[in-house]
Structure formats: C-alpha cells, structure tokens
T-cell receptor, first 114, second 111 residues
Framework: EAQVTQNPRYLITVTGKKLTVTCSQN?????MSWYRQDPGLGLRQIYYSMNVEVTDKGDVPEGYKVSRKEKRNFPLILESPSPNQTSLYFCATSTSGHSSYEQYFGPGTRLTVT | GENVEQHPSTLSVQEGDSAVIKCTYSDSASNYFPWYKQELGKRPQLIID?????GEKKDQRIAVTLNKTAKHFSLHITETQPEDSAVYFCAASIYGNQFYFGTGTSLTVIP
C-alpha cells in the first residue's frame, strides 16, 4: 500500500530539547516537503527536497533543519524547540515530474512545546 | 516571494447550491495551481489542479478557472452535498518546487 508515514504522531516537549520528526514514503517519489499548519495561517512550507542530498528553504525555515540522505526518508529536526514552534506538521511527497505535481500528505504530527 | 490570498475565509451554502472560492497570487512565474480539501482531523488531499497553459478544468461537480492576466483562480463546486463540508486550500507553485498556500476557506453545506 502506497503511503507516507510520520512519527511520532503526537509529541509534547519542553523548550530547548532537541527532537526529530521522521517522514518516510514507499512511493519512490523524488520530491519531499515539510509544512506547518497553524489556525488562520494555512499551510506554510518549511523545507523541501527535490531529490537525495538536495534541500531548499521554504517560506518559514528558521529554527528547523532537514536532511535527505535516502530517497524514502526526510526527517525534520528541531535543534532547540521554542513555544512558537507548537504546531501541526505535515510531510508531503510528489513525483515532481512533468506529468504531475500532486502532493501526498502524511497523517500529521501535532507538536506542543512548553 | 509569492503571496497567495484566499477569500472568503468561511462560506455557508444550502445543499444543492453552488460554492465559489477565490484566490489571487502575486508572482507571474507561478504556473501550477492546486486545490486541496482537508476534512476535520484529516490530512489535505488534492481535489483538482490546473496549469498556467489551461484556462479551465472540470472534474464532475468541481471546476477550476484561471485568469493569468489578473493573477487569480477560482474553485467552483456545483450541486453541493454535506460531504463537501471541509476546509479548502488553494496554492501556487513554480513547476512544483516551492509551494505557497492560501489561508483556507471553511465550507459548510447545510442540509
């Protein structure tokens, strides 16, 4: 079954404690991306990756890091989380080919930073 | 960077009526415009998309129109049903790289 998985699905942590949210896909998609969703602000792109070892900043990259060492995985790293990073996070993937730019979203990770 | 504005933020319609959601964008280089539907507690899912070389696209009760000159695009849902109730997001992108989303429209279809 084609799917995008995220772990953990829920996380409560404290300010400054490093954390990683994993994203994995089994669809052999080149493109992967991270978004945060906040009430009234819609979805905002944090980072995206067109392929292995290629990453680019989205609209709101401050406070986040990513890496793309393998095609199927695209972890999101918060080195020193702060309360303003409390949000719902979505990973998304796409074939990024000329035929389709459709993004498939993961189930989301709800992060609370106290 | 790109700026995508979406209106209205909330929309209520009677079942069977039509619903229209509008978005504007600022970067004339944007060439891909998807619409996503997000039901409560669920992930966003693509419902329709359009590229800049096309003015209109239709899929059953859903249609999208694009006016490149005016830099706006719209989602049209006809014969609305209660299961159409959700939050709808528009987005703009250049060749599917960086994406800019609107702030969403909460659609309620009243039975």
């Amino acid at each position: 079954e084609a799917q995008v998985t995220q772990n953990p699905r829920y996380l409560i942590t404290v300010t400054g404690k490093k954390l990683t949210v994993t994203c994995s896909q089994n669809m052999n998609h080149e493109y992967m991306s991270w978004y945060r969703q906040d009430p009234g602000l819609g979805l905002r792109q944090i980072y995206y990756s067109m392929n292995v070892e290629v990453t680019d900043k989205g609209d709101v990259p401050e406070g986040y890091k990513v890496s793309r060492k393998e095609k199927r995985n695209f972890p999101l790293i918060l080195e020193s989380p702060s309360p303003n990073q409390t949000s719902l996070y979505f990973c998304a993937t796409s074939t990024s080919g000329h035929s389709s730019y459709e993004q498939y979203f993961g189930p989301g990770t709800r992060l609370t930073v106290t | 960077g790109e700026n995508v504005e979406q209106h209205p933020s909330t929309l209520s319609v009677q079942e069977g009526d039509s619903a229209v959601i509008k978005c504007t964008y600022s970067d004339s280089a944007s060439n891909y415009f998807p619409w996503y539907k997000q039901e409560l507690g669920k992930r966003p899912q693509l419902i329709i998309d359009i590229r800049s070389n096309v003015g209109e696209k239709k899929d059953q009760r859903i249609a999208v129109t694009l006016n490149k000159t005016a830099k706006h695009f719209s989602l049209h849902i006809t014969e609305t049903q209660p299961e159409d109730s959700a939050v709808y997001f528009c987005a703009a992108s250049i060749y599917g790289n960086q994406f800019y989303f609107g702030t969403g429209t909460s659609l309620t279809v009243i039975p």
